[in-house]
């Protein structure tokens, strides 16, 4: 397997090249949420860095509009 192959498993891109057809409000959407999921990830120095208490974090997440 060469390298760039191997590298595709953990460096996806998004959108996903199945999905690049898929209207953009639902890519915006599927975007949202991705980042919604990644922020609940962050450890507390970090929401400290950007000003977003662990309940601010966690509240965002749950959101799904």
């Known amino acids: ?3 760039t192959k191997s590298q595709q498993g ?3 891109h998004f959108p996903p090249v199945v999905l690049v ?3 953009s409000r639902l890519m915006a959407w599927a975007d949202r ?3 919604r ?3 609940v990830r962050l450890e507390g120095r ?3 860095d950007i ?3 662990r309940a601010e974090a966690i509240a965002e997440a ?3 509009d």
Request: no cysteine; hydrophobic share 40%.
């Open 10 to 12: 953990f460096f996806p």
């Open 46 to 48: 970090m929401l400290d």
């Open 33 to 35: 949420q991705r980042q």
């Open 21 to 23: 057809s898929v209207p």
């Open 62 to 64: 749950r959101r799904h």
């Open 37 to 39: 999921a990644a922020l």
């Open 1 to 3: 397997m060469d390298r």
């Open 51 to 53: 000003g977003v208490t």
